[in-house]
């Protein structure tokens, strides 16, 4: 089949995630036929890096022999049996048994799920059955934040903050708020970065006074927030955040999925910054992306009481733990472990990312560029006015796309462009990643230079 085959068929009959369904019906779907290391292939014979690692999840790189063996042992032996009615089966109990020795201290059980949405879904199940088992069953408000991102579930999107995902979903689960986001370089430049983080956390304190501190009974967030744009927050934002959590007795959930197996430089994003959550969400980079898999660390304080005093949980999905994922799961992160993975991130690849990324900050285009671990971002202005451009002119997509032309997968969100490449990438691809990011650069500002602005064409 050549490409125009597949993109007739894919437009006939495939509606695709997150997708303008016409649009891309009259565009056609970029076909991806293989991989190998961090280089995706396309149907046309282009070799693509990929800066985004799929969504943010094939830590280990693409082609690695052992998870195919690993998925083919498992099929082989027992390719799937549930884990409801008192049974299990070796790989979800070994999984369990390595998540809790990677995670930190306090963490002592893993409930397992099919992916990252279910796992938050999970979440909002587990934080109203803990406060009913205490006794404070009106502790159901759950504070997210706004552009976060927890899922596209009724209840992932609802803990979310996207408001276009908001604007589409119907009434959202009830008794979830959102408070605004520790985003400087979007809503925060007039001040220093320090005093926003301070700011931002004061929000929190805020809606927790406003629902009445005795119904509010968590509090969700990325560590970083990655499809909001790979947004690092102040330095000063999550110790104030904690001292307000523990100010009111509020969990906090730590959403890992994206910042989890190494993305920062630690095994969790938690870690990193030293935030001891109460339940953590996980999914993505747990299986590299090879097979489907989340799940939710669960903390003594929840774990005990749901334990001791909960009874029957009445939750629970068919795949969760599945064999074969949790055993190419537990290989990944075996693996992970053996080669130094994360250290490799945090002591050498991670500087050196951010030695390379911090030089297109001098791009006339680049309002900001920054990089934490394996993730980063680049915010894009006006050279002209050194502020955004006007949203109608598309410069972010501009800019994907020519990463494209040049073989390279970053993403925009608005006009912000965000990377995250498999943890394996080596310095010299690293130096191929900033080089074609600026070649991208350059065709965008050239292409904006010519573009008249929009009340012109308008
Ligand atoms: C991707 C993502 C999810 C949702 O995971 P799915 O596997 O797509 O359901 C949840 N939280 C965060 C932070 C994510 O990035």
Redo the contacts with the bound molecule.
């Keep these: 089949m050549t490409t125009r085959d597949y993109q007739a068929l894919d437009r006939a009959h495939h509606l695709h995630p997150f997708t303008d369904f016409k649009a891309l019906g009259e565009e056609g779907s970029r076909i991806i036929e293989r991989a190998e290391g961090v280089y995706i292939y396309d149907s046309e014979g282009n070799r693509i890096l990929d800066g985004m690692a799929g ?2 999840c094939v830590n280990l790189g693409y082609g690695r022999q052992e998870l195919v063996e690993a998925a083919s042992a498992q099929l082989t032996q027992l390719p799937y049996y549930n884990n409801f009615f008192k049974t299990t089966h070796p790989p979800a109990v070994k999984l369990a048994e390595k998540l809790v020795q990677l995670a930190p201290e306090h963490i002592s059980h893993v409930f397992f799920t099919g ?6 879904d999970t979440v909002l199940r587990m934080v109203r059955r803990y406060w009913a088992l205490k006794g404070q069953p009106q502790k159901q408000w759950i504070i997210g934040r706004e552009n ?6 009724l209840a ?1 999107m609802s803990l ?1 903050g996207m408001d276009a995902m908001h604007g589409q979903g119907g009434p959202c689960v009830p008794n979830i708020a959102h408070i605004r986001q520790p985003y400087w370089f979007g809503e925060g430049r007039d001040q220093s970065p320090e005093a926003f983080g301070r700011e931002c956390a004061a929000a929190l304190e805020a809606k927790i006074l406003e629902l009445g501190e005795e119904n509010v009974g968590a509090f969700i967030a ?1 560590p970083v927030q ?2 909001g744009g790979a947004i690092m927050p102040p330095e000063s934002y999550w110790p104030a955040v904690k001292a307000v959590l523990a100010k009111y007795d509020i969990l906090l959930v730590a ?5 989890g197996f190494g993305r920062l430089g630690e095994w969790f994003g938690s870690v990193h910054y030293d935030l001891k959550p109460d339940l953590m ?1 996980i ?2 980079g747990l299986s590299s992306g090879y097979l ?1 898999i ?1 799940g939710v660390l669960v903390g003594e304080r929840v774990a005990n009481t749901l334990i001791e005093e909960g009874g029957e949980f009445f939750h629970g999905f068919t795949y969760s733990g599945h064999p074969t994922c949790a055993a190419v799961a537990l290989k990944n992160l075996e693996l992970m472990e053996a080669e130094g993975v994360v250290e490799r991130v945090r002591d050498d690849l991670g500087p050196y990312l951010a030695k390379r990324w911090s030089e297109l900050a001098e791009h006339p285009l680049v309002g900001q560029a920054r990089s934490l671990g394996l993730m980063g971002a680049l915010e894009l202005i006006d050279p002209a006015t050194g502020e955004r451009f006007d949203k109608a002119l598309g410069a972010g997509n501009l800019c994907r796309d020519f990463c494209f032309d040049s073989g390279l997968v970053m993403r925009s969100v608005g006009d912000t462009m965000i990377m995250s490449p498999p943890l394996v990438i080596s310095h010299a691809e690293i130096d191929e990643l900033v080089s074609k990011a600026r070649l991208a650069l350059d065709a965008t500002a050239a292409r904006l230079a010519r573009t008249p602005q929009p009340e012109e064409t308008a």
């Design positions: 969504l943010w992916s990252g949405s279910e796992a938050n976060g991102y927890h899922g596209s579930t992932g979310g990325e990655g499809a959403d890992e999925v994206i910042c969400p999914a993505k489907p989340g």
